[in-house]
């Protein structure tokens, strides 16, 4: 099991009023997201547990794009990753912002 933290900054918050959301399985080629809003402006902070070991760098610019769309400002997210590829990433990154955008 590989485990690291991603910090970024995003241009603003990310709207919506959700406390936290989470998205995905923790399951073979998935993963799991939860995501919780911090109350800062614009910190973003991704910690990653992941059983592929050696792809951080595939991690950070995952990270980075998704940052640079979403512009999730004021989140705080934790990854449980068994394997799951890049594009899967972003499409469950992309829907807990969607979810905590939403209204409860």
Do not use: C
Not at 58 to 74: H, L
């Amino acid at each position: 099991m590989e485990t690291f933290t991603i910090r970024a900054q995003a241009p603003r918050p990310l709207p919506g009023t959700r406390a936290q959301a989470i998205v995905g399985v923790v399951a073979s080629g998935n993963l799991e997201i939860l995501l919780e809003r911090t109350g800062e402006t614009d910190a973003v902070e991704i910690t990653v547990e992941t059983a592929s070991h050696g792809y951080r760098t595939v991690w950070e610019a995952v990270i980075a794009d998704f940052v640079a769309r979403s512009s999730p400002g004021g989140i705080r997210l934790s990854i449980h990753d068994n394997g799951a590829r890049p594009d899967t990433v972003m499409l469950r990154l992309m829907q807990g912002t969607n979810v905590l955008e939403k209204q409860p």
